[in-house]
T-cell receptor, first 112, second 111 residues
Framework: DAGVTQSPTHLIKTRGQQVTLRCSPK?????VSWYQQALGQGPQFIFQ???????QRGNFPDRFSGHQFPNYSSELNVNALLLGDSALYLC???????????FGSGTRLTVV | RKEVEQDPGPFNVPEGATVAFNCTYS??????FFWYRQDCRKEPKLLMS???SGNEDGRFTAQLNRASQYISLLIRDSKLSDSATYLC????????????FGTGTKLQVIP
């Protein structure tokens, strides 16, 4: 049973560029949440997708957008990258009877 | 005030010691509570849920105090492999059940 898979694992981008991160949830999970974790900080909630709609959002600018597909996989898009966007981006999936979250191993984004 | 607050540590303890972490939360409507463990440069992994009556899993004991709005994690007989960051997680009630992480408490178990 595959857990949560994220791609790519590492990414280096230049300021001003755009990036797309991908996530496949754990089998049986239908909800995907995205988190940003800066070095030495706890994960910060970006947004959550359920039934292909964003159903709640954290305190992140509109440069951060996402999408969920019919197979429950999800993408996180970040436009006009800033140096401060450098972080570990974590995807977490959960089910309707959700308890805690299952996290993917993350995408480490470096903006230079 | 942060929604979920933890002492960042680090806590440096010798092998075999008992160590306790506390976490406070600000939303009295919070519904579910968890402890996650995160190893360096890895993703967080669920350690245990926290129940109102308190619960134990081997060397780990979690407690919840709703009146004072804090949860705790006790680790007995610390092992070197317990060295990690421990994240307190709170899930609020309501339709979308917002999940909030603390900044984490770093534990280093010393030989």
């Amino acid at each position: 049973d595959a857990g949560v898979t994220q791609s790519p694992t590492h990414l280096i981008k230049t300021r001003g560029q755009q990036v797309t991160l991908r996530c496949s949830p754990k089998s049986g999970h239908d909800t995907v949440s995205w988190y940003q974790q800066a070095l030495g900080q706890g994960p910060q909630f970006i947004f959550q997708y359920y039934e292909e709609e964003e159903r709640q959002r954290g305190n992140f600018p509109d440069r951060f957008s996402g999408h969920q597909f019919p197979n429950y996989s999800s993408e996180l898009n970040v436009n006009a990258l800033l140096l401060g966007d450098s972080a570990l981006y974590l995807c977490a999936s959960s089910g309707t009877a959700n308890y805690g979250y299952t996290f993917g191993s993350g995408t480490r984004l470096t903006v230079v | 005030r942060k929604e979920v607050e933890q002492d960042p540590g680090p806590f440096n303890v010798p092998e075999g010691a008992t160590v306790a972490f506390n976490c406070t939360y600000s939303n009295s409507a919070s519904q579910s509570f968890f402890w996650y463990r995160q190893d360096c440069r890895k993703e967080p992994k669920l350690l245990m849920s926290v129940y109102s009556s308190g619960n134990e899993d081997g060397r780990f004991t979690a407690q919840l105090n709703r009146a004072s709005q804090y949860i705790s994690l006790l680790i007995r007989d610390s092992k070197l492999s317990d060295s990690a960051t421990y994240l307190c997680v709170v899930k609020n009630s309501g339709g979308y059940q917002k999940v909030t992480f603390g900044t984490g408490t770093k534990l280093q178990v010393i030989p």
